[in-house]
């Protein structure tokens, strides 16, 4: 079926006119140079695309828009391919769609070569970068001028600055400086008809009408391909300190948390975890336990600043009044980093159990505690002898919910999960978008008949 | 003609209908009881309105805009009336709109009954906040639960929250906490057919679907009528210290200001001024001149930590490697109050002058210096025995300029100076709006056939 498409004249003449767009070399159109953006990273998610074309500016994304368009050709914008959600790649049964609709399977439309990166402007901490750039080269050229990138992602050789516009991406530090959308002073796209808008003046205050490169933050290019961004730079925090603290339960820590907030400079991350998980991450990875005893909740929180931040953390968990075996402090690179390990390592010990379910939700901060406890209850019902482990950003109130035991495509352990998510007013997902995998629980989280709970004070 | 409006049926029926919403005390028909709503606070803009209705729920909002819709008559959203740019008054000729369309002049919504300021979510550092709610009581619950709000303005005692959301206002600290829009986490609003949207959660992550929240902020009331907001507090910096530089020129000044960003702790305003601003501010207000010498720029700065920033201040400037009668430093308040009111006096000082020509504009922060120049030279040209001062955020490059001498009908000196902010791809918005003072300047920003400068590095 699928060749019948490749060899529709449509779709080649579009190819060939491609070609003299962007130069024949980059509209692929063999299976095998196709198929690494066919697939995501994951492996989860792929389908196969009528070509992958990959323009040089966004004088070409615009005619290739435009070209698509005049053909009713579907397309696929595509950065660094590191989604978690499918989003970046065809479907599995995109090429069996309505024919009378679409003639072909999508076109992937890669932006990885619109990667020129502007020198940094000191001047007013800002920098223009190509929906191409990679954040590692992002964070070199903010470093390079003695400043910082203020979003971290494990991704981030791989990431591009498109891709993480188009998802809003989080990360660690979200807490302090916000999420992409924070960053984002203005940006280039390009409209599904090839029109090109544009804001990349870098005007910190401009109030003349919408804020449209807000809009198009989060889009997940539903309503254009983004080409550039002009950026904020934050100031490089060299000096950090992080401490680990042990707690009784969700209801401790998150209090302990506040307090945090008002009163320890520069704090930037607070991470959440528990002992079932910290037990499996010990023996996985073959690593001492880091507090003398056990605690049922575990805060991982790090402050940065220009001067060093260690005597303000200090000072405020003695507020805190903590046993003095609740508490470990790091605040030499290496030191940090063990500290650290406890929560890096809940991904992979995670994994090493099994093809674990995984859910990125958020709640109002107010209802973390209670959420905490009914999700074991729900898990506990839905997938009895299942292996449940809790991790995430306590800040950010978004907490990463893995499920080992069921079936990989029995999907009822989730919907119970999610409906448990919507029904106490959080979000069915954080930070990884909606893409292809969370389609079917958004019409779930838009289902008005779901009774849900008010704002949380 | 206008007697005959409001004795116009259609309109009588809306009055009667709406009483019946929101009580009949709370539908103003005498002219003496509209006439604080009608004309703005600096007496420039204003004119008739049917009637001015106070409804005091987001329900009320939505029978108001319901029914004024259904009779076609046109709505003007209201605040604490302190806007800049008449946005939230009738206009002088509304009432000689084409009545074919508008069968009425516009009936005023005041939101100054939806009052309602939750508690402070101290868990999240949050607060739910009615549209009514002025910035004080906002600033004194914030402050109460050992938090802050991130903006701050003149008009705090007056100004509400959903102005402020509609109008993206600004401030003194945007250069640290961003405009209002980098404190809404959400926005509760009703359409203009009565739909009411809300996004009240406060949940920090939330990737699932278009932030039309993000979109309300700053678009004065044109797509809804803002309920209610979710906003972010920060923490409270007690600990402040503020120092007054004086350099050569502007070149200068910004060159320290883009060191003293990546090495000064907690930098959260920066102040630009001029000799000949800061000769009469003196004169005026008969005070000392703050520095043994003059200078030709002068830049105030402030920082603010939860632990002492001054040491990190004085470190910061001994890099800058500034003469010694370059520089006056305080930390107590009566000291600091003392350094701000060299900058502050600067409005009364102007308009002590006679009625200036007031504009509010943003330059790429790299031209900022060849703007201040630029636009010497331009006035010099336009108004040649005029007064000009200059000052503003620099940390934001928004400079206000303000001209005294030209006839204050005369908009040739207005024009050349937005001519010349347009050319060197600035705004002529910074953080006012466009409301009805910059409707006939936003359509020469919108005119494409003025060459500009493209993104600055």
Redesign the interface.
Known sequence: MLPAFREDGRVRDLADALADVVGREHVLVDPETRAGYERDWTGRFGGPSAFVVRPGSTEEVSSVLLACAERSVPVIPQGGNTGLVGGGVPGKHDSRADRSHWPSPPAIISLSRISTL??V??????V?AGAGVTLAALQAAAASA??AFAVDLAARDSATVGGMVA??A?GLH??RH??M??QVLGLEAVLADGRVISR????????????LS??L???EGT?AVVTAA?LRLV??MHEQVVALLGFPGTEEA?VA??LL?????GLQAAELFYDDGLELVCSHAGIPRPLVHRWGAYLLVECA???DPA??LLEALESLDLPDDATALATDAPSRARLWAYRELHSETVSSKGVPHKLDV?????R?ARFEAAVREVVERAAPRSTLVLFG?A????LHVNVVGPDPDDESVDDAILRLVISM??????????GRA?SKP?RL?LNPKIPRQ????
């Open positions: 502007e020198p402007d000191t001047a007013s901490s800002q223009t003695g400043l998802t809003n989080g979200v807490m916000g999420a959308r924070s990349l003046d870098g005007l910190v205050k401009d109030n003349t009408g919408y804020d807000q809009l933050v989060g889009s309503l002009r100031p490089a998150l948390l506040a907030r008002r009163r320890a400079d600043s220009m001067n005597d303000g958020t709640l109002p901060q107010g973390l950003h800040g950010d109130g978004n007013g959080g979000s069915i997902s954080a930070e990884h978008g909606i969370k958004w989280f008010g704002p949380c004070y």
